[in-house]
């Protein structure tokens, strides 16, 4: 069974390692100060490390193997009973190349939080460790006035609910109002809600023949399997090297529900790195797909390619459902998801629901 870490409560240590990005500059140095403190006044502990803002890195806060190192001792560390990364970044994939983790099935298991290039770690702790972890905010994620984003977040460190749903509203990219520029981040009330500019819509999807058929919006969607993925970008490169194990994977676990989103692909790029993963075999045992708003591909249409087709042209032989336009990844807000744990997933209308078994 793919092992749950302990849940932690007020009077913990909160671990905080920069293994790809930290906030070292603004705007994410005061948010950090201002995430630090929310989670103080909650009742933690905050243990930074030595990598949080360094700056000595090649498209990465640190060298890798430094921060490869402090990962690996947070990881094993008694003193700290949750590791919240830094932030995103883009070459992760360099800090995971000095991380051995086989050696952490031996080791206590510990929530691990983090989205987007933190795939790198959650992905192969779920498929090679066999260790639950979340894929939600980093620690700049928690810099606002905390709603009910931020608060299942923690519910799920906590383990105070086992339920969660979509949320109604998210920011739009496009319909961003763009403010003046800031240059004292020491004047910025961070103690405000996003601005949701956009009602949510899910498509739901079923297929028949292989032909991608939306869902009548009083249709339920239903699927039960254990939740895997993150973020497309990392994960299509992972495939072929020493970190992909899912052959081995899937041998084990029959049930899988892919929880995917992207960042920087294209239509077309994302097109390619989802047929990628399927001819990989990565997809031989999938139950259904929950699909995150992509951030670049969102909207975007390129020779007839959209964020749509990216996926169901790719995946409708399988004949499994699919929900898109989650909100799940890079476009607030973000639904935080256990990756390796089984759940139950269903979606009618705008509706999403996970509930964890």
Not at 58 to 66: A, C, H, L, R
Not at 126 to 140: D, K, L, N, R
Not at 146 to 157: G, I, Y
Not at 184 to 204: A, G, I, Q, R
């Amino acid at each position: 069974m793919i092992k749950r870490p302990d849940y932690i409560k007020p009077g913990c240590s909160i671990g905080i390692t920069a293994p790809s990005f930290g906030p070292s500059s603004e705007p994410y140095y005061s948010m950090y100060f201002y995430a630090k403190k929310n989670l103080e006044t909650r009742g933690y502990k905050v243990i930074e490390g030595d990598t949080l803002f360094k700056n000595d890195g090649v498209g990465i806060n640190t060298d890798p193997k430094v921060a490869a190192a402090e990962l690996m001792d947070f990881y094993k560390r008694s003193d700290v009973d949750a590791i919240i990364s830094a932030g995103g970044g883009e070459l992760m994939n360099e800090t995971i190349t000095h991380v051995d983790f086989e050696s952490l099935r031996d080791v206590k298991p510990k929530w691990y939080m983090g989205y987007s290039d933190n795939t790198n770690f959650i992905f192969p702790l779920v498929t090679i460790a066999e260790v639950q972890g979340i894929y939600g905010p980093c620690i700049s994620g928690l810099a606002k006035k905390w709603e009910l984003p931020e608060t299942d977040a923690v519910a799920l460190l906590e383990g105070t609910k086992t339920e969660f749903a979509g949320y109604d509203r998210f920011v739009d990219p496009e319909k961003e109002e763009k403010g003046e520029e800031i240059t004292d981040y020491s004047t910025v009330n961070f103690d405000v809600p996003y601005n949701y500019n956009s009602e949510k819509v899910l498509t739901n999807l079923v297929f028949e023949n292989g032909t991608a058929v939306k869902a009548g919006e009083s249709e339920k969607i239903s699927m039960r399997g254990i939740l895997l993925g993150g973020c497309v970008d990392v994960l299509a490169n992972m495939i072929g090297t020493r970190f992909d194990n899912m052959r081995s994977f899937n041998e084990r676990y029959k049930d899988i529900i892919w929880v995917l989103e992207a960042c920087d692909l294209t239509p077309m790029s994302y097109r390619r790195a989802i047929w990628n993963m399927r001819e990989a075999g990565w997809f031989d045992n999938a139950k259904g797909f929950v699909i995150g708003r992509p951030l670049t591909a969102f909207g975007k249409n390129m020779m007839g390619a959209d964020h749509y087709n990216a996926v169901t042209a790719v995946v409708g032989e399988l004949g499994v459902p699919v929900i898109m336009d989650a909100d799940i990844g890079h476009i607030d807000p973000m639904l935080p998801v256990v990756m390796g744990a089984e759940a139950k997933v269903s979606a009618e209308g705008n509706d999403l629901r996970i509930k964890y078994l």
